[in-house]
T-cell receptor, first 115, second 112 residues
Framework: EAGVAQSPRYKIIEKRQSVAFWCNPI?????LYWYQQILGQGPKLLIQFQNNGVVDDSQLPKDRFSAERLKGVDSTLKIQPAKLEDSAVYLCASRLMLRQTYEQYFGPGTRLTVT | TQLLEQSPQFLSIQEGENLTVYCNSS?????LQWYRQEPGEGPVLLVT?????EVKKLKRLTFQFGDARKDSSLHITAAQPGDTGLYLC????????????FGQGTTLQVKP
């Protein structure tokens, strides 16, 4: 079974520029998550999708971050405009909808550096 | 707001030593997971504990869920350099959304 795919793996941009990340979850996984992981910290949930609907985006900075999962499969996360404090690893994870113990499967992440 | 506190944050030991990592909260979790993350990779699930007092073993790793389901520990026996990495605990709340709250992680370095 293929894992969660993310691209690009690395991205360097200047502040105020825009950037987009792509995620393709494990086939059949209805739930998709985007996390931000700042160096030395645990992942922080940005947004959770169930199929193509948003379940939780309470910690998404909506003035600059947006995400979509139009067909309920792959997803994109966008930052516009980027700030220095957005430098982090952006992780995508997916989960089978009906699994009670909530195991999540993570992609390798995109490391973003904002200069 | 549910929070998970991990301790210690950093641990550097020699090969063959034992260690314990703690994950504590004032909140009750329906389940708790432990992940290991290596540089440049996403976290990989090690174990899920669900029942208060539950103990699970994975080779040299022993995981325990507190009786009140508010805390957990990870014990590694005879650590090896391959155990080096970031260990994360993550708790699932009572809602059905599957949302996980992650601790800040424990960075473990095992020197040969």
């Amino acid at each position: 079974e293929a894992g969660v795919a993310q691209s690009p793996r690395y991205k360097i941009i200047e502040k105020r520029q825009s950037v987009a990340f792509w995620c393709n979850p494990i086939s059949g996984h209805a739930t998709l998550y985007w996390y931000q992981q700042i160096l030395g910290q645990g992942p922080k949930l940005l947004i959770q999708f169930q199929n193509n609907g948003v379940v939780d985006d309470s910690q998404l900075p909506k003035d600059r971050f947006s995400a979509e999962r139009l067909k309920g499969v792959d997803s994109t996360l966008k930052i516009q405009p980027a700030k220095l404090e957005d430098s982090a690893v952006y992780l995508c994870a997916s989960r089978l909808m009906l699994r009670q113990t909530y195991e999540q499967y993570f992609g390798p992440g995109t490391r973003l550096t904002v200069t | 707001t549910q929070l998970l506190e991990q301790s210690p944050q950093f641990l550097s030991i020699q090969e063959g030593e034992n260690l314990t990592v703690y994950c504590n909260s004032s909140s009750v979790f329906s389940s708790l997971q432990w992940y290991r993350q290596e540089p440049g990779e996403g976290p990989v699930l090690l174990v899920t504990v669900v029942t208060g007092g539950e103990v699970k073993k994975l080779k040299r790793l022993t995981f325990q869920f507190g009786d009140a389901r508010k805390d957990s520990s990870l014990h590694i026996t005879a650590a090896q350099p391959g155990d080096t990495g970031l260990y994360l605990c993550a708790g699932a709340g009572s809602s059905n959304t599957g949302k996980l709250i992650f601790g800040q992680g424990t960075t473990l370095q095992v020197k040969p």
